[in-house]
């Protein structure tokens, strides 16, 4: 070991010009580093970090817009819900309401019918006692006329009347 420092080239030996050389070029070297290649890492990366930041905060903004529209969203089904709730509800009543109509107009027109089926048949027994009341009296009128013809004779009379009700079966 000894042999290291009496030659005087070991590795722990000191070399003050070679000290000085390495401290000048190390202080040029930082010098350099700081005036022409810090300054374009640092904006690189001060660039990057506003991209980052950026990048972060439209994110975000994405992520808000994104549940706003999908609160948006929520809401507009709710109301979709409700209004088709009402429309169901609308419908229901204005079927509810025609079906009504339509049993009550129904049974107007079947109340109508009936009653001018009652006036037709009342008029059909109008027309059929008139009817029966003229062949009566026509058949009175006749049969009168022919006990007059005929002589008061009480055989005559009974055989005349026989004949009478003979003509009305027949005529039936």
């Known amino acids: 070991m000894y042999y290291f420092l009496?030659?005087?080239?070991?590795?722990?030996?000191?070399?003050?010009?070679?000290?000085?050389?390495?401290?000048?070029s190390t202080v040029v070297f930082l010098i350099a580093m700081q005036k022409y290649?810090?300054?374009?890492?640092?904006?690189?990366?001060?660039?990057?970090?506003?991209?980052?930041?950026?990048?972060?905060?439209s994110a975000e903004k994405a992520?808000?817009?994104a549940e706003q529209i999908s609160k948006d969203n929520e809401k507009a089904l709710k109301e979709a819900e409700v209004q088709a709730q009402k429309i169901r509800k609308e419908a229901i009543e204005d079927a509810e309401l025609l079906r009504s109509e339509k049993i009550e107009n129904?049974?107007?027109?079947a109340d109508k019918i009936i009653?001018?089926?009652?006036?037709?048949?009342e008029q059909e027994k109008k027309n059929a006692m008139i009817e029966l009341r003229k062949e009566?009296?026509?058949?009175?009128i006749e049969a009168a006329s022919m006990i007059i013809e005929a002589?008061?004779?009480?055989?005559?009379?009974?055989?005349?009347?026989?004949?009478?009700?003979n003509d009305l079966n027949k005529k039936n």
Request: no cysteine.
């Open 63 to 65: 992520i808000a817009k």
């Open 151 to 165: 002589e008061l004779d009480e055989k005559k009379n009974k055989k005349l009347v026989e004949s009478f009700l």
């Open 115 to 121: 009653q001018d089926a009652r006036t037709a048949i």
């Open 106 to 109: 129904s049974r107007k027109e």
């Open 6 to 24: 009496a030659g005087g080239g070991g590795l722990l030996s000191f070399n003050t010009g070679f000290a000085i050389w390495v401290l000048i």
């Open 136 to 140: 009566v009296s026509s058949l009175a």
């Open 37 to 57: 290649l810090v300054p374009p890492i640092m904006k690189a990366l001060d660039e990057r970090e506003n991209r980052i930041k950026d990048s972060l905060e």
